[in-house]
């Protein structure tokens, strides 16, 4: 994952909680999205049946579903 807070002029890597090795994921651009919380929560599901979440707006990550089917689209409530 990358997050930019200038309008994307600058990037930076945000891997904390992520798989670091040997991950092959697709993730489909429905298959992820935000909550409106505050700080905001981040979500995205993968090809291979995972998804994670962040509750800090994309500083690290857990892996809170496996095993799924490819996850085509996520949504919160």
């Known amino acids: 994952m990358w997050t930019s807070g200038d309008g994307g002029r600058t990037w ?3 891997r904390d ?4 090795e040997a991950c092959f994921f697709t993730v489909l651009r ?3 999205t935000v909550d409106g919380g505050n ?3 981040v979500y995205f599901g993968t090809n ?11 500083v690290s990550w857990r892996e ?3 095993h799924l089917p490819t996850v085509l689209s996520v949504e919160t409530l």
């Open 12 to 14: 930076e890597s945000r």
């Open 30 to 32: 429905q298959a992820m």
């Open 39 to 41: 700080p905001m929560g």
């Open 64 to 66: 809170i579903a496996r």
């Open 48 to 58: 291979t049946g995972s998804v994670f979440a962040s509750l800090d707006e994309g």
């Open 17 to 20: 909680g992520l798989p670091q």
